[in-house]
């Protein structure tokens, strides 16, 4: 009933920017409940951002001040915009949406997202 999809990964260098988007179709994804995640060989996967239906957003650490998600209402697409790419910043970006609101504390954590796209590859070279 809901399928995320997700495009705009590539190959860049290091410190260069790179825009994901996320759409659902069928679906506003301004009122879901959104994530995005990210799967590293012998790491797992692990939250980058997210923001709920009522507009909050939580941040992984290490991505604070870099990445900012946001939605474009006009177009119903969300954004990963990704700033001051680094190495370690190379995997495969998910895009994952639930209609069940939950505490932020939540908002990272994969388990709480029902419906998954396939991914998309980001490469960052040094």
């Known amino acids: 009933q809901m399928q995320p999809v997700e495009s705009g990964g590539g190959s860049v260098q290091a410190s260069e920017s790179l825009r994901l988007s996320c759409v659902v179709s069928?679906?506003?994804?301004?009122?879901?409940?959104m994530g995005w995640f990210r799967q590293i060989p012998g790491k797992g996967r692990e939250g980058v951002a997210a923001?709920?239906?009522?507009?909050?957003?939580s941040y992984q650490a290490s991505v604070k001040g870099r990445f900012s998600i946001t939605q474009d209402k006009t177009k119903n697409i969300l954004y990963l915009q990704m700033n001051n790419l680094k190495p370690e910043d190379t995997a495969v970006y998910h895009c994952a949406a639930d209609q069940r609101r939950y505490p932020n504390d939540y908002a990272l954590m994969t388990y709480r997202y029902t419906y998954w796209g396939q991914g998309t590859q980001v490469t960052v070279s040094s």
């Open positions: 923001i709920d239906s009522d507009g909050s957003t």
């Open positions: 069928g679906h506003t994804v301004s009122r879901l409940n």
